[in-house]
């Protein structure tokens, strides 16, 4: 009878043992194909962009990641669920875990190039580095993709803007009404959704009994970050308002001291 129990709760282990050993394959092969996928897109942009630098090409892989990400992140958020307000620490659906290692790849891939081109400073490969221990995070505790799913539209909102604000000026296009209009819309998102919306859901994360510590310390971390970008993103539109009002000014007194000039010559 006790060997009979002893070999019962042997090979209940090893099912155990064995199911979450598969489900940790399926989500490295999962990673690795995303990782593939954007290195494979990278290779490709690279070919069809020849003239221009590599630079470039990365920024169309992270302006496609951008896009892509807030399409299905905002469709998990508001469409397929749950709440991230109401519902903080709740199991991964299916759509989030597939989410979440697309991404994963993703932020591996631009991590690695960052660090191999030596194109970002500390506060990005910290904020790569967070996010992609986040996302790992979520995937082997089987929970919190809600809220991290959450963290990545928000995160990815104001992504396009930023790059297409890069292509601009690249392009000779920046100096423009277009540019103002992007720099406007980056400003305002990212001041609304990242710092503004970000610290309700860092509230609810917080005050939820559900979420792990550790997971609550990686929202404050993540939120530590955004308001280093958000000093820097204010200062840069500062000085920005300021050489506009100061062009205006300008302008304005030249076009008085040619009217008057005019008047002049009348008489």
Not at 132 to 152: C, F, K, P, R
Not at 195 to 203: E, H, T
């Amino acid at each position: 009878m006790t060997q009979c129990c002893f070999l019962r709760v042997h090979s209940l282990f090893f099912w155990f043992w064995s199911f979450h050993h598969r489900m940790a394959l399926a989500l490295c092969l999962q990673v690795l194909c995303s990782l593939c996928g954007w290195l494979s897109l990278y290779i490709s942009f690279c070919h069809l962009n020849k003239h221009r630098s590599y630079e470039w090409s990365c920024r169309l892989v992270t302006f496609t990641h951008g896009v892509l990400s807030i399409g299905l992140s905002a469709y998990i958020g508001f469409i397929d669920g749950p709440w991230p307000f109401t519902h903080p620490g709740s199991p991964n659906t299916p759509l989030q875990v597939h989410v979440l290692c697309l991404t994963l790849g993703y932020f591996i891939f631009d991590l690695g190039w960052c660090i191999y081109f030596q194109s970002e400073g500390a506060l990005m490969l910290a904020h790569h580095t967070l996010s992609i221990l986040g996302i790992i995070m979520a995937l082997v505790l089987g929970e919190s993709g809600t809220e991290v799913n959450a963290v990545l539209f928000g995160s990815e909102l104001t992504n396009p803007l930023l790059q297409m604000r890069w292509f601009l000026r690249e392009t000779g296009h920046y100096h423009s009404f277009t540019g103002d209009v992007v720099d406007f819309l980056f400003v305002a998102l990212f001041t609304g959704v990242r710092i503004g919306v970000g610290a309700r859901l860092l509230f609810c994360e917080m005050v939820s009994p559900t979420p792990k510590w550790f997971v609550k310390a990686g929202g404050v971390a993540m939120y530590a970050v955004s308001w280093c970008f958000m000093f820097s993103i204010w200062r840069f539109a500062w000085r920005k308002s300021i050489k506009k009002y100061h062009a205006w000014r300008s302008r304005r007194s030249e076009e008085r001291q040619l009217k008057h000039n005019g008047h002049l010559k009348i008489h």
